[in-house]
């Protein structure tokens, strides 16, 4: 709670006014950021043409290419890691999910999708996104954004 306070130039006082403890901050921050991932994602998708072009659209939105959406990476990356502990956030999550799963669904239209269909092709394409991603801001890897949107591309056969 201090390191936040620190960073959001506020007094840990002021934290604890609107949060009871690290637990909730976190998972209030994760709705937060989620709808407005959920928002920008949806808005870049809205007017593409079903197919490749729509898909690349929501990758690209999705990608962590700016501090907003590095920001929403990062609370994403420790909502998963605690969520082990809290079924709370885990019931959040899951909340936060479904939305999104139909934002890639949508995206999905017009791709030839033809995977292995005993898991929903979303939940396919949010865990290759979900770990390439990861590898990507936390490894420091040689591996690129446009690598990512390409492997992903490919993967869900979206070529229009």
Same mark, same amino acid.
């Given at each position: 709670m201090r390191l936040v306070a620190e960073n959001a130039e506020v007094s840990t006082g002021m934290?604890?006014? $609107?949060?009871?403890?690290?637990?909730?901050?976190?998972?209030?921050?994760?709705?937060?950021?989620?709808?407005?991932?959920?928002?920008?994602?949806?808005?870049?998708?809205?007017? /593409?043409?079903?197919?490749?072009?729509?898909?690349?659209?929501? &990758?690209?939105?999705?990608?962590?290419?700016?501090?907003?959406?590095?920001v929403a990476w990062r609370v994403w990356i420790a909502a998963y890691g605690e969520a082990v502990r809290s079924d709370e956030l885990r019931i959040t999550i899951e909340s936060r999910l479904e939305?999104? $799963?139909?934002?890639?669904?949508?995206? &999905?239209?017009?791709?030839?999708?033809?995977?292995?269909?005993?898991v929903p092709l979303t939940w396919q394409v949010d865990a290759l996104l979900n770990g390439l991603a990861i590898q990507w801001l936390t490894a420091k890897t040689d591996l690129q954004l446009?690598?990512?949107?390409?492997?992903? /591309?490919? $993967?869900?056969?979206?070529k229009d």
């Open positions: 934290l604890n006014h $609107y949060f009871s403890n690290r637990a909730e901050m976190l998972l209030e921050t994760l709705v937060f950021v989620s709808k407005g991932m959920h928002a920008r994602c949806s808005a870049a998708i809205a007017e /593409v043409p079903a197919g490749e072009q729509r898909f690349r659209a929501l &990758l690209r939105a999705a990608l962590p290419t700016d501090r907003q959406t590095n939305p999104w $799963y139909e934002i890639i669904g949508y995206a &999905l239209e017009g791709t030839d999708g033809s995977v292995n269909p005993s446009d690598q990512i949107e390409e492997t992903i /591309v490919a $993967y869900v056969g979206a």
